[in-house]
């Protein structure tokens, strides 16, 4: 797979449910062989987007493709609950044509998880270490995980995230991870796609992404120029300002932001103006 | 993705065909008992196995739904209940295929299994069937011959397809219930006297085993016509109705060779229905997510 080449293209995709639009003009492009977050609050649309670009649901609008042999962890991780280990290996083989069944065992035994042992017996991280072997048991080109982690432990969670990584990092795989923890994508996603109610509000090379935000922290009277202001809260004296493409302001404290506070601010600003649409 | 349907219904089918096995062991002792003391007296023939026989109608009544619910009604619900059709069909495997082999790998055993323990009940009730109704009629008719494999196609598909549109076990088998049920009656009591035209004869007898759908009475030039048994007063009933001017008795009736003929218009239809269900599945399942 060649570096710069997409694994995933969007374009004005939208899903209508009965309630709304549960996403809506997504244009953007995930790039191949990268690791990308795909973040957002609960209910904005990370899981829409996941089973629509897996085929499970059918967009109302534009598109959704992905480019690569796919493989689907879905929230939840759903295996069959009477299955043993090895069944739903098994399962995974007869389901497609191009199983690695060695590979896939490997990755359970890595786990230390008993062939002979029923899915409804496993532990969380157990279960999510043989729902990732199934998946990564198809050899996929571009992996989709929703919300894989939730539901683990913080052990379990560093577990899974690591033998995740030695995995594609092996094999040059495309990843979109769905989280709204974002404590566990820091340090391991290079690339964001934030979702904030049904929309695209940020995308890009997260190293980019931090380097163009500044978080600016001054008085109460602080002046933004409006056009770069993402986000601003007003707490008593002081003022914080999320900032995007301005370099520096005088007598202002200018802090680079975390990923958390970056995306973070991204929710809160899409809150807010959702809450003025509804207004309005 | 046939042994994954299998694996995954296993249980139930195995149990299903247990209950079908220990229902049909029942059956072919009393076809080997009934064989071995023909030819025998109607009057003790009856009374040999009347206390059976009135136990037969209704587990052969209950064995068809009972297997729509419990064969039926999970094959799609359960998954949708648990949400592992996603993992179904995220998999290099088609909605269609994925829909079909299930239902084929669910329903394909215990429709042939009742089919066949319709058959074995043909064999065994066929020389009783003029103890209990006309074997042409509720509840001997749906007791024996393929229609009970039918219902159970048409109960099996009912359960499926309800639990695609419900998404939930309970859900699907009350609809199972509540639609075969519902089918059951309307067929045996609207539909089955009419599948043929029926036999007439004015002596007002019959012989044993034949349905009779209508009895009524004839004024002297052979005109039908009504028997006021309220006005008799104390009269003795021959004596009213030849002052009434009844003339004869007549009777409707279909002739017990019809019960085949009966059997195959009667499959026919819980086919149709069956197949319409199906239709409603497969788009149904195009749905789901």
Not at chain 1, 200 to 204: D, H, I, T
Not at chain 2, 179 to 188: H, R, T
């Given at each position: 797979?060649?570096?710069?080449?997409?694994?995933?293209?969007?374009?004005?995709?939208?899903?209508?449910?009965?309630?709304?639009?549960?996403?809506?003009?997504?244009?953007?492009?995930?790039?191949?062989?990268?690791?990308?977050?795909?973040?957002?609050?609960?209910?904005?649309?990370?899981?829409?987007?996941?089973?629509?670009?897996?085929?499970?649901?059918?967009?109302?609008?534009?598109?959704?493709?992905?480019?690569?042999?796919p493989g689907f962890l879905a929230q939840g991780k759903p295996l069959y609950q009477g299955f043993t280990v090895q069944e739903m290996l098994r399962a995974g083989r007869m389901l497609n044509p191009d199983w690695d069944d060695e590979y896939a065992r490997r990755l359970v035994d890595e786990a230390r998880v008993p062939l002979g042992a029923r899915i409804r017996t496993l532990s969380g991280g157990q279960r999510t270490r043989v729902a990732l072997a199934?998946?990564?048991?198809?050899?996929?080109?571009?992996?989709?995980?929703?919300?894989?982690l939730a539901d683990l432990d913080p052990l379990a969670r560093q577990e899974v995230m690591q033998a995740l990584l030695s995995e594609v990092a092996e094999t040059g795989t495309t990843v979109v991870l769905s989280s709204h923890v974002i404590a566990d994508l820091d340090g391991i996603c290079d690339h964001l796609l934030l979702l904030s109610d049904g929309r695209?509000?940020?995308?890009?090379d997260v190293e980019d992404l931090l380097a163009e935000h500044r978080l600016l922290i001054g008085p109460r009277s602080l002046e933004v120029p409006p056009e770069f202001v993402v986000e601003r809260r007003d707490v008593e004296r002081q003022s914080t300002v999320l900032v995007r493409g301005l370099a520096d302001l005088p007598d202002v404290e200018v802090l680079d932001p975390t990923l958390e506070e970056l995306t973070l601010g991204y929710f809160r600003a899409g809150r807010a103006a959702a809450e003025r649409g509804v207004a309005a | 993705m046939t042994w994954v349907a299998w694996r995954q219904q296993r249980l139930l089918t195995l149990v299903s065909l247990g209950l079908v096995a220990v229902v049909a062991a029942g059956m072919a002792w009393l076809w080997a008992d009934v064989s071995s003391v023909l030819p025998m007296d109607l009057g003790p023939l009856g009374e040999r196995y009347s206390d059976f026989l009135s136990y037969v109608p209704m587990v052969m009544l209950v064995l068809p739904v009972l297997l729509g619910m419990f064969a039926g009604a999970p094959v799609f619900a359960r998954e949708l209940e648990q949400g592992t059709h996603v993992f179904g069909l995220t998999q290099s495997v088609g909605r269609g295929r994925w829909w079909a082999t299930k239902l084929l790998v669910a329903g394909v055993p215990v429709t042939v299994a009742m089919t066949l323990l319709g058959l074995l009940n043909a064999k065994a009730l066929g020389p009783l069937s003029f103890i209990m109704t006309s074997r042409l009629q509720t509840p001997m008719f749906e007791s024996q011959g393929?229609?009970?494999?039918?219902?159970?196609?048409?109960?099996?598909?009912?359960?499926?397809?309800?639990?695609?549109?419900?998404?939930?076990?309970?859900?699907?088998?009350?609809?199972?219930?509540?639609?075969?049920?519902?089918?059951?009656?309307?067929?045996?009591?609207?539909?089955?006297?009419?599948?043929?035209?029926?036999e007439f004869t004015a002596s007002g007898s019959a012989d044993p085993g034949v349905w009779r759908v209508e009895i009524g009475y004839l004024d002297a030039l052979g005109k039908p016509m009504n028997f006021a048994a309220g006005d008799c007063g104390l009269d003795s009933f021959p004596k009213c109705m030849a002052d009434q001017g009844i003339a004869s008795q007549f009777t409707r009736f279909h002739p017990v060779e019809r019960f085949w003929d009966f059997q195959l218009l009667e499959s026919g239809i819980f086919v149709l229905a069956a197949a319409a269900l199906l239709g409603a599945g497969a788009w149904a399942v195009r749905r789901i997510h």
């Open positions: 797979m060649d570096e710069g080449s997409a694994a995933l293209v969007a374009a004005g995709l939208g899903k209508r449910y009965r309630r709304g639009w549960a996403l809506e003009d997504c244009t953007f492009t995930l790039p191949s062989g990268r690791i990308a977050a795909l973040v957002g609050p609960n209910g904005a649309g990370k899981s829409t987007l996941m089973s629509l670009a897996t085929g499970l649901l059918r967009p109302t609008a534009g598109s959704v493709e992905v480019l690569g042999r199934v998946t990564l048991g198809r050899r996929p080109e571009v992996v989709l995980l929703d919300e894989p695209v509000r940020l995308a890009g | 393929i229609v009970l494999g039918m219902y159970t196609a048409f109960a099996f598909a009912l359960g499926a397809t309800a639990g695609l549109l419900v998404r939930g076990t309970l859900g699907a088998m009350a609809v199972t219930i509540g639609g075969y049920l519902a089918l059951l009656v309307v067929v045996g009591n609207a539909a089955r006297p009419h599948y043929a035209t029926p």
